[in-house]
């Protein structure tokens, strides 16, 4: 079992930074791939980021490259989302996602069945 618990979403005007947090805990295991998604209201849930097992790999949806870093510090079982430049299309809800199991499907990373174990969510606000 694995439990992931996100924190650092909150309100903020366009323009402005947040920087998202996942902590992971439970058994040992090994973790193959971190990332998040994010969920508006009435829409699906859509891929963000994603970070590999060493940190050597990242990848972003479109829309937030530039503006959006994935990290992570494997010693503190924590991976980190900062988020600059935010718009209001970035309002949603952020759910941390962690894999531990080995997938080898085009675009792998960006795929919710991936992924086997969710945070419940952190919501973030971007007013205009």
């Known amino acids: 079992q694995v439990q992931l618990v996100e924190s650092g979403g909150g309100l903020v005007q366009a323009g402005g930074s947040l920087r998202l947090s996942c902590l992971a805990s439970g058994r040992a295991f090994t973790t193959y791939a971190m990332g998040w998604f994010r969920q508006a209201t009435g829409k699906e849930r859509e891929f963000v980021s994603a970070?590999?097992?060493?940190?050597?790999?990242?990848y972003y949806v479109d829309s937030v490259k530039g503006r959006f870093t994935i990290s992570r510090d494997n010693a503190k079982n924590t991976m980190y989302l900062q988020m600059n430049s935010l718009k209001p299309e970035d309002s949603a809800i952020y759910y941390c996602a962690l894999t531990n199991t080995m997938r080898y499907e085009d675009n792998w990373y960006a795929k919710v069945d991936t992924y086997n174990y969710w945070g419940q969510g952190t919501q973030v606000t971007v007013s205009s």
């Open positions: 970070i590999t097992r060493s940190g050597s790999s990242t």
